[in-house]
T-cell receptor, first 114, second 112 residues
């Protein structure tokens, strides 16, 4: 397994601003992902964070809105840009290792946009 | 396109009861299936992972089964406790992809 730390755990932001969420893992992992969970909904994959290169985004998500960095095997950031109330969600970092493909999640970052 | 359905959406049981949560998926070409628990406002905790070649996995009072051909999985919880109250999510890992597709979850309440 892995210990995954996310910062901030929660934040309240103003419309039009941007927020960067950090994800730190206690061991080197193969894959890192960012998910979004809107109120009352299940999880949706935003993108796969690739080390040293551009993230791979899912349909409906774009780099200008959700820029992602992954400078090494244990750290990634997700920025939510030019926020609107529709961006109010829990954002979750997840990781997996080579082999089983089992996914582990951080505690999430609860974002409220006013 | 893979779709994952969980039934029921919510379940309320008295403490001590054995219960079954259901998960179905439309595309049987999966790599594995994972069950998670989510407490309110929190992240996800991995409960059980079943590889596509396996039929079931057990951990303590939890037992998960997988029938790929029929596109179904069940999570059995024995002797339920109030601490089991949470939302249980089923997710399938599509073969040839890193993507996990989630169901909407079953919200379980175990009453003392």
């Amino acid at each position: 397994s892995a210990v995954i730390s996310q910062k901030p755990s929660r934040d309240i932001c103003q419309r039009g601003t941007s927020l960067t969420i950090q994800c730190q893992v206690d061991s080197q992992v193969t894959m890192m992902f960012w998910y979004r969970q809107q109120p009352g909904q299940s999880l949706t994959l935003i993108a796969t964070a690739n080390q040293g290169s551009e993230a791979t985004y899912e349909s409906g998500f774009v780099i200008d809105k959700f820029p992602i960095s992954r400078p090494n095997l244990t750290f990634s950031t997700l920025t939510v840009s030019n926020m609107s109330p529709e961006d109010s969600s829990i954002y979750l970092c997840s990781v997996s290792f080579v082999g089983t493909g089992e996914l582990f999640f951080g505690e999430g970052s609860r974002l409220t946009v006013l | 396109k893979q779709e994952v359905t969980q039934i029921p959406a919510a379940l309320s049981v008295p403490e001590g009861e054995n219960l079954v949560l259901n998960c179905s998926f439309t595309d049987s070409a999966i790599y594995n299936l994972q069950w998670f628990r989510q407490d309110p406002g929190k992240g996800l905790t991995s409960l059980l992972l079943i590889q596509s070649s396996q039929r079931e996995q057990t951990s303590g009072r939890l037992n998960a089964s997988l029938d790929k051909s029929s596109g179904r999985s069940t999570l059995y919880i024995a002797a339920s406790q109030p601490g089991d109250s949470a939302t249980y999510l089923c997710a399938v890992h599509q073969g040839g992809s890193e993507k996990l597709v989630f169901g909407k979850g079953t919200k379980l309440t175990v009453n003392p």
